[in-house]
């Protein structure tokens, strides 16, 4: 077998194109004559033709080389990442004021072998691209810091309009599919806390389905998520990323995704993005946010995300 497949041919809803376009080639170009990181590159994102030729991207500071081994990341590890680069948060800036985004998602990987395992360096990525340009809105993606009180207090202080952590699993897989450092109850204080530090941020989560849960599980999953006061969330399907990772047990079906959207809007997320090849990151989910936050949007969540994508496109 080739890396990500499994004993089965993926199905139909699960085609992407190949990335390509001028606006893929400049972003490409651009991020590297810059030394950044794209998670939509390091962690195969099936999305990337879409959102880069859009002019859209997720960008992942303080390098690409993770202090976990989560079995279901593309993202290369190691005990000790390279050290923080003071430049970063000003290149980053640039390249989003030149790519003239109006919403932008900024990650990073888990960088325990730090002090303060990145929050300050993060916050410093938010300030430089709000200096740049104010009306840019920021989304970042973290990590759990471990659950300590000042990495989260950083964070939540930095400017970003959402903050999002992702839980990834369900509670009885979450010991078999992320590191061991991670945990399914400290993922979900980490957004419990982030919202009560700054109760006008938007915290967002996602879910990977595909690596045998019940739907059961799922759904006690997305409860515990309202539960920690999480506004949006995203689920989507799990692509096995190389031989060495979880196997994907399952290419669970666009109607399952369905009743999940259905399910999670009637909790009260504000919008609920649900699909095979939806992700933490989706561009359908920063255009509802970006209307939320400017004040042009009803907060009524979008049903659009839930289907299969468009032939040939990504979702």
């Given at each position: 077998?080739?890396?990500?497949?499994t004993r089965e041919r993926k199905p139909e809803w699960l085609k992407i194109r190949p990335p390509q376009g001028e606006r893929y080639a400049w972003i490409k170009a651009r991020r590297r004559?810059?030394?950044?990181?794209?998670?939509?590159?390091?962690?195969?994102?099936?999305?990337?033709?879409?959102?880069?030729?859009?002019?859209?991207?997720?960008?992942?500071?303080?390098?690409?080389?993770?202090?976990?081994?989560?079995?279901?990341?593309?993202?290369?590890?190691?005990?000790?990442?390279?050290?923080?680069?003071?430049?970063?948060?000003?290149?980053?800036?640039?390249?989003?004021?030149?790519?003239?985004?109006?919403?932008?998602?900024?990650?990073?990987?888990?960088?325990?072998?730090?002090?303060?395992?990145?929050?300050g360096h993060f916050a410093a990525c938010v300030r430089a691209i709000k200096a740049r340009d104010p009306r840019i809105l920021v989304e970042i993606l973290v990590p759990d810091f471990r659950?300590?009180?000042?990495?989260?207090?950083?964070?939540?202080?930095?400017?970003?309009?959402?903050?999002?952590?992702?839980?990834?699993?369900?509670?009885?897989?979450?010991?078999?599919?992320?590191?061991?450092?991670?945990?399914?109850?400290?993922?979900?204080?980490?957004?419990?806390?982030?919202?009560?530090?700054?109760?006008?941020?938007?915290?967002?989560?996602?879910?990977?389905?595909?690596?045998?849960?019940?739907?059961?599980?799922?759904?006690?999953?997305?409860?515990?998520?309202?539960?920690?006061?999480?506004?949006?969330?995203?689920?989507?399907?799990?692509?096995?990323?190389?031989?060495?990772?979880?196997?994907?047990?399952?290419?669970?079906?666009?109607?399952?995704?369905?009743?999940?959207?259905?399910?999670?809007?009637?909790?009260?997320?504000?919008?609920?993005?649900?699909?095979?090849?939806?992700?933490?990151?989706?561009?359908?989910?920063?255009?509802?946010?970006?209307?939320?936050?400017?004040?042009?949007?009803?907060?009524?969540?979008?049903?659009?995300?839930?289907?299969p994508p468009s032939p040939g496109e990504g979702a």
């Amino acid at each position: 077998m080739q890396p990500g497949e499994t004993r089965e041919r993926k199905p139909e809803w699960l085609k992407i194109r190949p990335p390509q376009g001028e606006r893929y080639a400049w972003i490409k170009a651009r991020r590297r004559s810059q030394g950044l990181s794209t998670v939509c590159e390091e962690a195969q994102c099936p999305n990337v033709a879409e959102c880069w030729g859009a002019g859209t991207a997720t960008f992942m500071v303080m390098g690409d080389t993770c202090t976990r081994g989560c079995r279901f990341c593309a993202v290369r590890s190691a005990k000790v990442g390279r050290p923080l680069d003071p430049e970063e948060p000003a290149r980053l800036a640039d390249t989003i004021g030149a790519m003239g985004l109006e919403y932008v998602v900024v990650t990073s990987v888990d960088r325990d072998d730090l002090p303060d395992q990145g929050a300050g360096h993060f916050a410093a990525c938010v300030r430089a691209i709000k200096a740049r340009d104010p009306r840019i809105l920021v989304e970042i993606l973290v990590p759990d810091f471990r659950g300590e009180s000042a990495c989260l207090e950083a964070v939540a202080a930095s400017g970003a309009e959402v903050v999002a952590h992702n839980l990834e699993t369900t509670e009885a897989l979450t010991p078999a599919v992320r590191d061991r450092r991670c945990g399914y109850r400290q993922s979900l204080d980490v957004l419990r806390r982030i919202k009560l530090l700054s109760p006008h941020v938007f915290t967002k989560s996602s879910l990977m389905i595909g690596l045998g849960e019940p739907e059961g599980d799922v759904i006690r999953a997305m409860e515990d998520l309202r539960g920690a006061g999480c506004d949006l969330l995203t689920v989507g399907q799990y692509l096995r990323p190389s031989p060495w990772h979880a196997e994907v047990v399952e290419y669970v079906h666009p109607d399952v995704f369905r009743r999940y959207q259905e399910r999670g809007e009637g909790m009260g997320f504000r919008y609920v993005a649900s699909g095979p090849l939806v992700r933490s990151s989706y561009r359908a989910g920063e255009f509802f946010v970006k209307g939320l936050l400017r004040g042009g949007a009803s907060g009524a969540p979008d049903r659009v995300a839930s289907g299969p994508p468009s032939p040939g496109e990504g979702a």
